[in-house]
């Protein structure tokens, strides 16, 4: 089963979709968003104001453009209320809708950026346990697939990693 972590800029992953961390209206942003969206070329806002939108904890899936990935798959994850908004099941629901699209696109590499945890506040020691837990219980199904983690920080990439242990030593 492939699962990695590691500390980077996702624009420059080579696989076969990105995920970013969109917002409900998909017309780009800041952070990653912004991050994606200048490195793509202005042909994926173009792509991206013909999908009208899409819900929080949701996927949608354009072409990468300019990127060295083939496909971009966008997922605005959610804002974080302090926990008892359902926050939990719609950030599981952006890492298991953006891999089941990529599944269905035949996509064997995917690289996710650590959805929520910058402009929209989740934090990330629980959001990693949510995004490692959701991408361990999918790849049993996809055992061809390759899922990487790229975290913008050393502090991020830790996070992840002691979110990796704990939820394989509860298992
Ligand atoms: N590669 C990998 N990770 C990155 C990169 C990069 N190039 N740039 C930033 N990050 P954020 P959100 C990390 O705020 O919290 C946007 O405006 C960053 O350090 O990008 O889901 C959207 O349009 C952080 O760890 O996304 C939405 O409106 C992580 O990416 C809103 O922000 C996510 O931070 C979404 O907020």
Known sequence: MGFSIIKGD????????IVNA???RLLGGSGVDGAIHAAAGPQLLEECRTLGGCETGKAKITDGYLLPARHVI????????GGRKGESLLLAGSYRNS??????WSCLTVAFPSISTGAYGYPVDKAALVAVSTILDFLPTHPEMNITMVCWTDEDKAAYEKAYKKVLKDR
Do not use: F
């Not at 966008?74 to 209320?81: A, C, L, N, S």
């Not at 891999?99 to 269905?104: F, G, V, Y």
């Open 10 to 17: 996702i624009t420059h992953q080579s696989v076969d979709a």
């Open 22 to 24: 969109a917002n409900t």
């Open 74 to 81: 966008h997922t605005p994850g959610p804002i974080w209320h």
């Open 99 to 104: 891999l089941e699209l990529a599944a269905t």
